[in-house]
Structures are given as structure tokens and as C-alpha cells.
């Protein structure tokens, strides 16, 4: 049975995989032409993706058509590798790698933040967690371990509350203050992110317990 730490980090992984791949048919849109600077606007003029700054991302590549494949195709490394390789020994350290690499070739900033994220986050599936035990109270790590569905739940609507949720309000609902929503909701959704991998965690830890209990 998969562990909450592993559910975690491969769902909200997939969130990362897609919006890198979305951050990378912004920059195909726009054409076999150089981008304005090292950081550019994945969907520069797009009305859409207007409440979130045209959507900023960074290369190395001076092509926005290549960095648009590139970007594809590292997300695309992503999501084969969060979903089917993360609880491996080097499934954490693979996903930090890859994170950067998508920062560098056009995947948003966003994206590879959250990838780090999960990347360390994922170095700890299976652990013993030994300081964890030593130091938290038992009830405190029971309690916490009994929040993480309602949490991760919490968190994943917060990310997706983000993209595509922001853009979609705003298009069909046109707020006065959309900026607001753009500002607000990435802070909730990184607090709500990190609750949910540190309850993860306590379920990890409850499970192993009752395992040897038993």
C-alpha cells in the first residue's frame, strides 16, 4: 500500500509535470523567435493569462521555440518519474535534478519550486523518522497523522484554485481586483502544501507504528 508521503508528493508532482507543460506551449505559441531576456512571459500578450503575469519563466536557451519543446519534454521526464519511480532510493534526489533542469529550460518558476519541494520531501518516504519519534509526543503525531487527508485535500484545491481556477474565474467572472486572487492564493497554496507533506509524514509514522504493533 502506497504511504501518505508517496501519495503526496506524486499528486501534487503531477500538478508540477502540467503546469511545467503548459508553461511550455505558452512559449511554442509564441514562435521560433528569441525571448526579451533570460526571464520572459511564458504567454506574453495573452489575455488569459493575464491575472498571473503572463505567466514568468527563465532560460538559457535563447529560443522560445525550443525552450517550449524543452520544457514538454522535462515535464513530460517529470511526470513518468513522480508517478512511477519517487518511493525509489534515488526517486528524491532524481526529482530535485530534474527540477532544476526544468527552471533553466522555460518551465516557470512555480513548477520547479514546487518539484524541489516535493523532491525533499520525497527523500523521506520510507524513512524511520527517529528524531521525529524521540522528540513529538506520540498524540501529537497521532493527531497530525488523522489531519492529512483533509489537509492534502485542502492543499490540492488550493493549487488547482490557482491553475486553472484563477484564470478561469477571472475570464468568465472578470473580478475587480484579479491581481488579489494572483497574490493571495500562491502563499495558501504553499502553506497548505507544506501542512499537508509534514501530516503526511505523521500517518507514515502511525502506520509503521501499528504495523509492529501487530
Known amino acids: 500500500m502506497k504511504g501518505a508521503t508517496r501519495i503526496t508528493v506524486s499528486t501534487f508532482g503531477i500538478v508540477a509535470g502540467l503546469a511545467g507543460i503548459e508553461h511550455g506551449l505558452g512559449e511554442i505559441w509564441q514562435g521560433n523567435v528569441a525571448p526579451d531576456g533570460v526571464v520572459f512571459e511564458s504567454w506574453a500578450g495573452s489575455e488569459l493569462f493575464e491575472i498571473l503575469a ?115 474565474v477571472n475570464h468568465f467572472v472578470a473580478l475587480r481586483d484579479p491581481y488579489l486572487m494572483a497574490m493571495v492564493l500562491p502563499p495558501v497554496a504553499f502553506a497548505s502544501l507544506a501542512l499537508a507533506i509534514l501530516t503526511a509524514f505523521a500517518r507514515d509514522m502511525g502506520r509503521r507504528d501499528e504495523s509492529v504493533a501487530g
Not at 514568468?56 to 511526470?79: E, Q
Not at 526529482?95 to 532544476?100: A, D, E, K, N, P
Request: proline share 8%.
Open 54 to 168: 503572463g505567466e514568468p519563466a527563465m532560460s538559457i536557451v535563447p529560443n522560445l521555440l525550443v525552450t517550449g519543446i524543452l520544457a514538454i519534454l522535462v515535464s513530460a521526464a517529470f511526470l513518468v518519474w513522480v508517478t512511477r519511480f519517487v518511493h525509489t532510493r534515488l526517486g528524491g534526489p532524481v526529482l530535485i535534478g530534474l527540477s532544476v533542469i526544468l527552471l533553466l529550460v522555460g518551465g516557470g518558476f512555480g513548477p520547479p519550486v514546487l518539484g524541489l519541494i516535493l523532491g525533499l520531501a520525497a527523500t523521506r518516504i520510507g524513512a524511520p523518522f527517529t528524531w521525529s519519534r524521540e522528540h513529538v509526543p506520540a498524540g501529537v503525531r497521532r493527531v497530525a497523522g488523522r489531519l492529512w487527508p483533509w489537509l492534502y485535500a485542502a492543499s490540492l484545491i488550493a493549487w488547482l484554485s490557482l491553475l486553472p481556477g484563477a484564470i478561469l
